[in-house]
């Protein structure tokens, strides 16, 4: 059993992943302008590096070989194979000339469309899109799938899910959310947000705080600067983070630092001893974005935290302080009112935006709505769940870089993510006493350490829904959600 | 002929080494300190893929073939050929178990060193030293030499230049510039310096305009704050330098940038075409030494700089220049004065710490010195040429990493770098018609033109001694530097 070679090569891949990610952080906080066809040309490098190293015959016959024999492995081996696997029979399928056109059609779609949204004309990139969906429902056939061609989509991002499970959680999530939003506009609006001016470098030190709180370590990361927030794992040692100052509004760079650094503690707290292995990944991109949700929403828009981040407030800031209340905090951190632009949309309306996407995406793979029909289909849409309606494709279908770049299937894990942090906060709150004066005086230690022992050790042994089970005892639903947000309202 | 192999594998090289140069730069400018574990491993994978491709024996092969048909190449090509056959060579005479040893042992000794500097202890570190010696004594005769086995070192600094081209030069500077120092020193005494409190976002923008103005690209570079300074090519168009801010004193935080910007332009004027190739790389370490000093001392320490900097300071830090003349600058800059530590070594006294190591190297080498007798002979050469001893080793012989970290050969390239300065500077005012008052008035453009028609463009086509001949039309001497010194000074 050459389990030795296994891991050596899962440990290069590993090292040249961390290499990449290097690449790709720079690239967004650092690189001159003109260094960009040089920086493509080492990512490209890189990933026909990483791509050898998976897809050599060895390799691949040491993992079936591994696989066969997987019933007298170690458990924690057994994992291991199972998702490299996994991943491996998911590239095999894919022959090199497929792979090749995706990426060639992604680059000249996604190239397209960063000059079609801000010239508000769809039509300009709807044949490359429509390149893009045809090449995913190709995808869908040469991977398979036992119900849905979007399954074999969906797989990729949330793996094991399936839309038979994930429909009907976001069909009943966006229905309810649709008749909540206007109660809860209505009791949330007239909340006064910052107004001042607010320099950046009392931002960062408020963002800092709370983060250091939180229990981001500084000594394994970095918080930047960037115009498109992101978290970036350079390794296990080495967890970046980057937020934006809207200098009229310190709560906005807040709550990205937040997102972001929920991110950040879940990859720093991944199984240093496991790196590079399934064991030491993240489960899923849901499972990932319920851990950016819950400090940024559950907790970092709780009434004990507005307490908290008043008292923080009160030394960065500290005139600040003295013109607003906890209240006054709190009630700004939690406005709603159903706006177009996903990335901007608050905590209740968010999830509308993204069961909109799944729904389209699904009739685009089924063949259902065709790219032309495309606007209009996006556009329906939100009048239905949002009561509101683009004026124009750049703030309607143009507006998220997914789809023109050959993501499909992602969107949903977004939702998911909403899902599964309210279960996992709701299931906290019953396993932590005194949680809410905890998070109050900016004792965060045990949420860690909770989440810790229910998310972090496990790696990827568990999947998303299998997870929510063993966490919560009960199977992922809208419910916890939904009365969350009504909790929260009083709606 | 398979000259486009050839010149894909370079070019892979060249992908994977701009990458190593990002690992290294980010290293520097960025790592959080846990980190450094994992960038280790980067590092030390990305230097077994370049090694891979380097030593693959195919494209050994194809380069011995192409070496023995060189007569029918182009010109280019042939260069090309000749410089990747010269570095493949001295490769190939390293057996891999000494490349591994020298590795281990350099690892052990620097870090050893970054222990024993600090605690002042010469003797923790004596063991290792002598090692390393030991190892490079192997090196010398695995590469082999003609006349000295110092020339086998020498050689992957400066390459073709020999200990008998070099030594009689640094002797007679040594001699020289013993009995000037005193002279100059008398002279300069007295001079002020800048005593405000300077901010650094005011010292970075002095900076950057004066960067600019030299011809530092921008858009191909950036410039950040470490605390060892240093320049970085991640490739032709994403050239990085880095200074650092003494809070007292803008013109200390100047200099370094003119320094690190001297090597950056020559680094951004390479012709793109040759990128990755030999035509595409700088001569030695020696020239590229040449455009830092240009820049940081002859150009930069002239009375028309000064003239210029006063116009930029009126612009960045009002209130300074009110306070200062353009000669106080031209003072300021201009102090010379025996001191121990290199690296803060005036521009006149900076080549006697230069001669006294390659002095020492010489007779570690030939064995006419032992490493136990090495602190001693450091003082006593310190007393020779610059009339002061040092109190400890952490101020003598403990004080510059190269050693200690297997670069033996190195320091020779420092004090060619002030020779070549001085030849190219004295060649370029009598080819460039007013010169002074292009420099007077910052309009550095002529200077970079001349710097490439006569450098940049040849990338290595001729080797360091013989391109100083070809731009001056005399050989290598002492004599410009001593007269460009003699005259500033009027001594």
Known sequence: MN?????????????????????????????????????????EMLSLLVHQ????????????????KSAVLADDDRVSVREIKRNL??????????????????????????????????????????????LSRRECELVGYKEHPYDALLDDYEPYATLSQVKPLLLDLGEELAKLVPRIEAKTAGASVPNGVYPEELQRELCSRVLADMGFR????????????????????????????????????????????GHAI?????????????????????????????WENIIGRSRPFAEYLWQVLAEVMPEESKLVSPEDLWRSLNQVKPTLIR?????????????????????????????????????????????????????????????????????????????????????????????DQLIQSGRFGMVVAWLREKIYQHGMRYHGLELAQRISGEALSVRPFLEYLRGKHGV
């Open 266 to 294: 879940y990859e720093q707290n991944l199984p240093a001893r496991h790196r590079g292995t399934p064991l030491g990944s993240p489960v899923s991109l849901g499972i990932h974005e319920s851990q950016s949700r819950l």
């Open 53 to 68: 190293l998976y897809t050599d015959p060895k390799f691949a016959a040491l993992v079936d070989e591994l696989s066969e």
């Open 89 to 134: 029979d998911r590239q095999r399928k894919l022959p090199s000339d497929f792979v090749a056109e995706k990426s060639r059609i992604t680059s000249l779609c996604y190239t397209e469309w960063t000059k079609a949204r801000p010239a508000n004309n769809f039509k300009a990139v709807q044949a490359y899109l429509e390149q893009i969906i045809e």
């Open 218 to 261: 500084f000594d394994r990361g970095r918080l930047d600067k960037t115009h498109h927030p992101f978290e970036c794992s350079l390794g296990t040692d080495d967890i970046r983070i980057t937020t934006r100052f809207d200098s009229g509004n310190y709560l906005s760079a807040l709550a990205t630092a937040l997102h972001e650094g």
């Open 3 to 43: 389990l030795e070679i296994f891991y050596k090569t899962l440990s290069d891949i590993y090292t040249l992943n961390c290499v990449r990610s290097l690449l790709d952080w720079d690239q967004q906080v650092n690189l001159p302008p003109a260094g960009a066809a040089g920086r493509a040309q080492q990512l």
């Open 343 to 435: 990335v901007e949309a608050d905590e209740v309306t968010y999830s509308l935006h993204v069961v909109i996407r799944m729904l389209l995406e699904e009739q685009l793979i089924s063949g259902a709505l065709s790219v032309s029909e495309l606007p209009g289909a996006w556009d329906d849409m939100y009048q239905k769940y949002l009561g509101i309606r683009p004026a124009g494709d750049k703030e309607g279908v143009l507006q998220d870089v997914h789809w023109y770049s050959g993501m499909v299937g992602y969107f949903p894990t977004y939702a998911l993510g909403n899902l599964y942090g309210a279960l996992f906060f709701r299931t906290a709150q019953k396993e932590i006493p005194d949680l």
